[in-house]
């Protein structure tokens, strides 16, 4: 199997593992989002604020409940993000006669319809709703991953146009 051959599947299989592991964060109901949310801030928590693991049970719930959404929706704008940088990089070798913005505005694109769908696919889902909201953060976030994928992929171009002259 050739070199771009196996570099076309692992670009597919990683926008294929982002998008499923999405897919099946949305698809948790609210008890164990909320539960999964809870513990991941809980980390970042103790991590991040000085002496929060000394504080009292009260204390840590009023400053778990202000940076749970910071949490969360920091979460939503990540998972996008990386969608996008997987689309371009996905681009990159389906499409390699487009410049490095198509690819971009391609990527986000994608990844905000995914978004979109997303938000529908919670429509089914106990104790979940859709969000506008969530949908400009996920949107902001695959703006990101585009921006960082475009930029990566100027980058190899420059630096292979530079060793093809040198």
């Known amino acids: 199997m050739s070199r771009l051959k196996v570099k076309r599947m692992l670009s597919l299989l990683a926008v294929l593992a982002v ?18 949310s809870a513990g991941i801030t809980k980390w970042v928590l103790t991590h991040v604020v000085p002496g929060f693991e000394d504080m009292t049970p009260g204390e840590q719930q009023a400053i778990m409940e202000r940076a749970g959404f910071i949490v969360r929706k920091t979460a939503h704008f990540s998972e996008y993000a990386l969608l996008a940088l997987t689309l371009v990089i996905f681009l990159r070798y389906y499409k390699s006669g487009w410049r490095p913005p198509a690819m971009a505005l391609c990527a986000w694109l994608v990844a905000t319809l995914y978004a979109c769908t997303d938000e529908l696919h919670q429509m089914f889902v106990d104790s979940r709703g859709p969000a506008l909201r969530d949908v400009c953060i996920d ?11 475009m930029t990566l992929m100027i980058i190899v171009l420059w630096c292979r146009r530079r060793a093809a002259e040198g």
């Open 139 to 149: 949107s902001a976030g695959a703006v990101l991953g585009a921006l960082v994928g």
């Open 19 to 36: 998008a499923v592991m999405i897919f099946f964060f949305s698809a948790q109901d609210g008890e164990d989002s909320s539960k999964l």
